[in-house]
Structures are given as C-alpha cells and as structure tokens.
C-alpha cells in the first residue's frame, strides 16, 4: 500500500475515470448513481462522472475507497 494522488476524472467518461483509477494504483473504486431513474451502474461506459470523493488532488492510501458518482443524463 502507498499513497497516491486521485487524478481529475470529473467530467469524463465512467469506464474512462475508472481506467485511469485503476492503472493510477487504487484498488477499491466504487461507481454510484446521482440519477434518480437509473439507480445502478451497470455499464461505465454509458455513464459521466459528475463527482469523485475524496476530491481530486487529494493524496490517500491506495487502498482507501474511492467513489465515482455518475449520470447517464
């Protein structure tokens, strides 16, 4: 485990921001759902990250839980 600096992936596509998540380091990435009709992110590749906690820039421990918040809107 090392610390690593979450990259911006806001605006991005979510199989994309994952991607980069995953090839940054971070092994516990989760994809949740800001839309109220599409609660379930099934296909990354469908959806736009609108959000990333913690926030971008921030150095974390690579196995810390990092959550993408997505819309298919």
């Known amino acids: 485990m090392r610390d690593l600096e979450i990259p ?3 605006g991005k596509n979510g199989a994309i921001a994952l991607d980069e998540l995953e090839r940054a380091g971070f ?12 609660t379930v992110v099934l296909n ?3 959806w736009k990250v609108v959000s990333i906690e913690p926030s971008a820039g921030e150095t974390i421990p690579s196995d810390s839980t990092v959550v993408l918040t997505m819309t298919k809107q």
């Open 44 to 46: 990354a590749a469908n």
């Open 27 to 38: 092994t516990n990435v989760q994809a949740g759902s800001a839309d109220e009709q599409d």
């Open 8 to 10: 911006d992936v806001d």
